[in-house]
């Protein structure tokens, strides 16, 4: 998923904008977290990030209508010198910043829903995704996913 500072032309993905005017846009294709970040940065923007539940709120329908995979990169990382932190919502991940913009640091708690824990770790860099399950006539269920 890309945070995008402008819609890309159709047909390219579907994409969803807020009223303040940041845009969301799914791109399905098998990559890593490079070549994702990278594949954003080349459609002017980044992986995506969420600072609230708006953001979550439109995101997630983004996804559901893109008939998106059950697990797709948004910009979620922890460096290989930060440490894991149980205690917070994101457990030390942090979000890559988007075209310029500063990405926020601290997340609410209802954002820091995680399908498994992440590995408990001080040594290696790791990445994380939105894990995205939907289900028939009800709310897609969500979580991130190291």
Known sequence: ACALSRPPP???AAVRCSPTGTCFSAHLDNASY???S???GQRQGGLAWVSGEPELRL???LLAEAAAPALLWVGLKRNASTCTHAEHPLRGFT???VGGWTAPQAVPAALGRWVKEPVR?????RCAGLHLVAMPESSP???WEE
């Open 141 to 143: 269920h969500w979580g």
């Open 95 to 97: 979000w890559d910043g």
């Open 10 to 12: 159709p047909p390219r």
């Open 121 to 125: 770790s001080c040594l290696s860099a």
């Open 38 to 40: 990278a594949a954003c």
């Open 59 to 61: 995101l997630l329908g």
């Open 34 to 36: 490079p070549a994702a």
